[in-house]
């Protein structure tokens, strides 16, 4: 998930959509179940520092957005909660908000998103915006022939969905939508695959971590310009 500030060029910072847990349910007497479930808003980590503590102190990583779409509301609460303050260090009652939603998306998760931002984090303003449309916006700064225009087709693949959009005039075709639900986290665990069959001396606990580097690092798309 990318996050920033409006102005700059990039975001301020990319993070795997993923939050560890202490699962407190498995481990010690009912007491100290009960004690652990009520500190469990205060004991959580995201994006990166959540993968590094998988299967460590009992901590486990969840996937609070499966395939583009919000599944676990709280934990994508709590997760959300340490991106604006942790890491865009950030007064939400200060600020207004622009949040992206993949094409598919319901109603009734456009509608509680909103309630989240705005009776838990009170902002003033919030914009939705569906990702294919921004794509199209931010082309122009790239576009050389200077035409600025909101008609064509784009490739969103992210981290848990890819989706191929039809846009006319900034309006999404929805019948036209292609949906596959591969994406970037599919070839972080292939390649992961990969070294678990070729390299032994991987430990386990950092296979995933060694994986999403080498993607990062070395898997990279090819764009060619148009010829005049």
């Given at each position: 998930m990318a996050q920033g500030y409006a102005g700059n060029t990039e975001p301020q910072s990319i993070i795997p959509s993923c939050i560890a847990v202490k699962e407190y349910s498995k481990v010690g007497t009912r007491e100290v179940r009960r004690l652990g479930t009520g500190l469990d808003d205060l004991n959580f980590f995201i994006g990166d520092e959540a993968i590094a503590l998988e299967g460590k102190n009992d901590f486990s990583v969840k996937w609070p957005i499966r395939h583009g779409i919000i599944e676990d509301w709280d934990l994508m609460q709590r997760y959300m909660e340490q991106l604006i303050f942790k890491l865009l260090r950030a007064e939400p009652e200060d600020?207004?908000?622009?949040?992206?939603?993949?094409?598919?998306?319901?109603?009734?998760?456009?509608?509680?998103?909103a309630e989240i931002m705005f009776e838990t984090f009170n902002i003033p303003g919030l914009?939705?915006?569906?990702?294919?449309?921004?794509?199209?916006?931010?082309?122009?700064?790239?576009?050389?022939?200077?035409?600025?225009?909101?008609?064509?087709?784009?490739?969103?693949?992210?981290?848990?969905?890819?989706?191929?959009?039809?846009?006319?005039?900034?309006y999404v075709i929805g019948s036209c939508i292609k949906h596959i639900p591969i994406a970037g986290r599919d070839i972080t665990s292939f390649i992961q695959h990969l070294l678990r069959e070729r390299e032994n001396n991987i430990p386990p606990e950092l296979s995933m971590e060694v994986a999403k580097q080498i993607k990062e690092r070395l898997v990279s798309n090819i764009f060619r310009q148009p010829s005049t």
């Open positions: 600020h207004y908000f622009l949040l992206t939603e993949p094409p598919l998306n319901t109603p009734e998760n456009r509608e509680y998103l914009y939705i915006a569906v990702q294919a449309v921004l794509a199209l916006s931010a082309s122009w700064c790239s576009n050389r022939t200077g035409s600025r225009s909101l008609t064509g087709t784009v490739i969103d693949s992210g981290d848990g969905v890819t989706h191929v959009i039809p846009v006319v005039d900034g």
